[in-house]
């Protein structure tokens, strides 16, 4: 019950689970222990829940003679949308007629914080990044040598480093391998 990272970008949705920029984001969290994670999903985060709720049974009066199975369109995605319903206990094939104020609140919150248990990841031949590796404690930050075996460099991910997504690991990988070269050649 407590945040341990928060990101605001693209999540995909994949036969898998859940892929894209914001779940490689904070994946780092949950592939470094064994605690029970969930990740939730505000679909729209620049509304409240109250004005959402709002926007929703003004929907359903626009609405009232169709399913629910088509409540959504035009607003979000088709099928996100069935899916957020299910997980709000709704059946597809019900009148839009049937919701009360009580039930566009529960899909308001549903569609604020949609939540999923971390189960795995897709371990480490799909990853992106790796994190862990060598500890920097034990490498000169100035030149990248082992400070316990001379002549020994390091660089990139074999050293406990991982950044953000968007280039950053790779910035990381040239940046330092250019160092940990250039010292190693200064030392000749």
Known sequence: NKVVAE???EVLFCDYGLSGPAILQISRQSAR????????LDLYPDVSI?????KIKDRAKLLSGRNLEDFFVGSINKRLAQVVLKYCGYKLGNSVSVLSDADFTKIAKALKSFEFKVLSNTGFLNSQVSAGGISTDEFDPKTLMSKRYKGLFA????????GDCGGFNLSWAFASGT???ESAVGML
């Open 7 to 9: 990101y605001t970008d």
């Open 33 to 40: 222990d064994d605690r029970k994670y969930t990740v939730s």
């Open 50 to 54: 109250d004005d959402l709720s709002a």
């Open 155 to 162: 660089a990139g991910e074999i050293l406990d480093i991982d």
């Open 179 to 181: 160092l940990a070269a």
